[in-house]
């Protein structure tokens, strides 16, 4: 059964340092996320992304953030200047282009530690 | 805005018992409703979920929910849990795109 990877599975960083977390999602879906989840809250939503565009993103995801699809197969979320607080797990999400289908496909996220 | 509240942070129960998750959501529209998994070291795996129709649904590993309209939920129930059931529960709504998570549910099933 195709999954959506990513990599690396846990990346250790000095503040201040660019990061860039990548996804490979399922290869026909069209529709991609990125979520985050702090230890110990919630799996918070950060962008959606569809068409090569930004679709949505939420009011974390401020100007540090960029994601891109450089290939057509990567799907990458880029954090200019990482803070403490970016200290998170951070999954990479896709679904099908069938506006029926709602479901999204989870990878098993990047453990992005800031030091 | 959406929100998304599950009412149990920790739940320890015994194999064999049964399990219910709340969850309870506001939004004024249409909703998708999903219970996603994450087991110890894994990533987010989807249980069930509910779009439209027969408000009870069933997903894997036994678990099924009911989508209750009038009251904004979409509880989680397992009749008889097991060992491997151990892990942290997620309620999530999305009325198109984003998923909205709650704050999810440690279930903890001792032998």
């Known amino acids: 059964e195709p999954e959506v990877t990513q990599t690396p599975s846990h990346q250790v960083t000095q503040m201040g340092q660019e990061v860039i977390l990548r996804c490979v999602p399922i290869s026909n879906h069209l529709y991609f996320y990125w979520y985050r989840q702090i230890l110990g809250q919630k799996v918070e939503f950060l962008v959606s992304f569809y068409n090569n565009e930004i679709s949505e993103k939420s009011e974390i995801f401020d100007d540090q953030f960029s994601v891109e699809r450089p290939d057509g197969s990567n799907f990458t979320l880029k954090i200019r200047s990482t803070k403490l607080e970016d200290s998170a797990m951070y999954f990479c999400?896709?679904?099908?282009?069938?506006?029926?289908?709602?479901?999204?496909?989870f990878g098993p996220g990047t453990r992005l530690t800031v030091t | 805005a959406q929100s998304v509240s599950q009412h149990n942070h920790h739940v320890i129960l015994s194999e064999a018992a049964s399990l219910e998750l709340g969850c309870n959501y506001s939004y004024g529209g249409t909703v998708n409703l999903f219970w996603y998994v994450q087991y110890p070291g894994q990533h987010l795996q989807l249980l069930l979920k509910y779009f439209s129709g027969d408000p009870l649904v069933k997903g894997i590993k036994g678990f099924e929910a009911e989508f209750i309209k009038s009251k904004f939920s979409f509880n989680l129930r397992k009749p008889s849990v097991q060992w491997s059931d151990t892990a942290e529960y997620f309620c999530a709504v999305s009325s198109w795109g984003k998923l909205q998570f709650g704050a999810g549910t440690q279930v903890v099933v001792t032998p």
């Open positions: 999400a896709s679904r099908p282009a069938d506006r029926g289908i709602y479901e999204q496909y």
